[in-house]
């Protein structure tokens, strides 16, 4: 038997099409798809060029912003500021010299300087570790210049912890202020050296250790037995009220409910301490290289306890070798002649030459004169190193505020200083690109650096040609320029 096939079925009358009604009925429909499609193409091409008209104009009524923040960007807390800092040109600087000269505004951080990035990442660091609990008492000590005290107070308040600051009595008095208004504990010593017990990083390591005391200690040796907890860092130092001390390497007992909650002195040590360097590897580095597109070829800074120079040079480095490392160092540091010619040692730290016990300059927060673990790292990358005078930091700090508005404090304007003698020196005149860091404001330095009666008292001259002398100056083939 035959199965009925298609042709076979008889359809309505209505439904009976002639060849040429399919044919016309399929080329409509090809033609209203296709005008669909084409109509809807025009509109969107229309939206677009109608948008980016729009742009155009309102970009002729509106300047574009430096910063720009998102509705949904909100952070945690006064750590959340910690951090992606801005890269600035320095316009006077740049346009005189035919070169892209850049700062990192580090005193955009809420703490004012760059010591913030240190600060967190060692308190982090420490927590991590279980070295440190918040809210429970304790107590961070610190032996500063002032930045990094007051780093240190403004992230202790944030996370729960109380700070003892020691520091020489002869820095900016606003430093002290900042500090007191941040409830930090101020004890301010003589400037004196590193092997003197009664040097300020010195006698703040030794109120870490007196800190576990539970009774009245016979000796810092004593103390150091009985109450200080294991670190695995030999400078880093933290000690508890709680009589169940771990006198080994293992971790805490968790179920030690006593040994959790009572109260920790906690030593930070930023001079021997990685979690300085590590802030800067981890941190400014990639930051600074993601924002000059790897375009980089230099990178100038000072160094104080020499976290930031060597981590951000170490990065900058591992991601291209041929990137200059230049180190500004002011007068009475010994860093530049351990660059230049290995030894540690400045002419204003011979018997009877120095005005003060530390480093004989009224710049602040840069220059040193021994060897710490964060320079150590440092040494290796520093490809050279430009000695800076009181005058010409003094100098460059007045020009910036004369010619770009721009505020500083005597870090910042040392590193600038060096920036100008390296584009001098090379004869750099192509767009070459130089990033420095801005470390400071001048808000801290009123009574001192910014301040016209010390500095006439210290025969210190405020005089704006040293840089625009500087800036003139041609780069003679062969023969280099001052350091």
């Given at each position: 038997m035959r199965v009925p096939s298609f042709?076979?079925?008889?359809?309505?009358?209505?439904?009976?099409?002639?060849?040429?009604?399919?044919?016309?009925?399929?080329?409509?429909?090809?033609?209203?798809?296709?005008?669909?499609?084409?109509?809807?193409?025009?509109?969107?091409?229309?939206?677009?060029?109608?948008?980016?008209?729009?742009?155009?104009?309102?970009?002729?009524?509106?300047?574009?912003?430096?910063?720009?923040?998102?509705?949904?960007d909100i952070l945690s807390g006064v750590t959340g500021l910690i951090g992606n800092t801005p890269l600035v040109r320095i316009n006077s600087l740049s346009d005189a010299l035919g070169v892209e000269i850049l700062g990192k505004a580090e005193f955009l951080n809420p703490g004012g300087s760059v010591k913030d990035r240190v600060a967190l990442r060692m308190v982090e660091d420490a927590e991590r570790q279980g070295l440190l609990h918040p809210n429970t008492g304790s107590r961070i000590f610190e032996g500063t210049v002032g930045s990094t005290g007051i780093s240190i107070a403004t992230i202790a308040k944030a996370r729960g912890y109380d700070t003892t600051i020691i520091m020489p009595d002869d820095v900016a008095e606003e430093k002290v202020k900042a500090l007191q208004?941040?409830?930090?504990?101020?004890?301010?010593?003589?400037?004196?050296?590193?092997?003197?017990?009664?040097?300020?990083?010195?006698?703040?390591?030794?109120?870490?250790?007196?800190?576990?005391?539970?009774?009245?200690?016979?000796?810092?040796?004593?103390?150091?037995?009985?109450?200080?907890?294991?670190?695995?860092?030999?400078?880093?130092?933290?000690?508890?009220?709680?009589?169940?001390?771990?006198?080994?390497?293992?971790?805490?007992?968790?179920?030690?409910?006593?040994?959790?909650?009572?109260?920790?002195?906690?030593?930070?040590?930023?001079?021997?301490?990685?979690?300085?360097f590590d802030a800067h590897f981890e941190g400014t580095g990639p930051e600074l290289w993601r924002q000059t597109n790897g375009k980089l070829d230099a990178?100038?800074?000072?160094?104080?306890?020499?976290?930031?120079?060597?981590?951000?040079?170490?990065?900058?480095?591992?991601?291209?070798?041929d990137v200059r490392v230049v180190l500004a160092d002011p007068e009475g540091s010994g860093l530049y002649n351990k660059v230049k010619f290995g030894v540690m040692y400045d002419r204003k730290e011979a018997e009877g030459t120095k005005r003060r016990h530390q480093v004989d300059t009224v710049v602040e927060g840069i220059g040193i004169n021994r060897m710490t673990n964060n320079i150590d790292l440092a040494l290796p990358i520093i490809d050279d190193a430009f000695r800076i005078t009181d005058a010409e930091a003094v100098s460059m700090s007045r020009y910036l505020v004369q010619h770009d508005g721009l505020f500083l404090g005597s870090s910042s304007a040392c590193n600038l200083v060096a920036c100008v003698k390296l584009v001098r020196q090379l004869g750099w005149k192509e767009g070459q690109t130089i990033a420095t860091v801005l470390c400071d404001s001048g808000n801290r330095h009123y009574s001192k650096f910014w301040n016209t009666d010390y500095l006439q008292r210290a025969n210190i001259p405020i005089d704006l040609s040293i840089v625009e002398d500087l800036l003139k100056r041609p780069a003679l083939d062969g023969v280099p320029v001052a350091q």
């Open positions: 042709s076979d079925l008889q359809l309505p009358s209505w439904l009976r099409f002639s060849n040429a009604a399919v044919r016309h009925l399929t080329y409509g429909i090809l033609i209203g798809f296709s005008l669909s499609v084409t109509s809807t193409s025009l509109t969107l091409y229309w939206r677009t060029r109608r948008r980016k008209r729009l742009l155009a104009d309102n970009s002729k009524l509106f300047e574009p912003r430096a910063i720009e923040l998102r509705s949904d208004a941040l409830g930090a504990d101020v004890q301010r010593v003589r400037p004196a050296s590193i092997v003197d017990k009664k040097q300020y990083v010195n006698m703040a390591r030794q109120a870490a250790v007196r800190f576990g005391r539970t009774d009245i200690a016979s000796s810092i040796e004593d103390a150091q037995a009985n109450h200080e907890l294991p670190t695995g860092s030999p400078s880093v130092v933290v000690t508890t009220t709680s009589t169940h001390v771990q006198v080994d390497d293992s971790a805490e007992d968790p179920q030690d409910e006593e040994l959790l909650t009572k109260p920790r002195g906690f030593f930070a040590d930023q001079f021997e301490n990685r979690s300085n990178f100038v800074s000072g160094a104080g306890t020499g976290g930031t120079i060597a981590g951000i040079g170490r990065y900058i480095k591992s991601m291209n070798e």
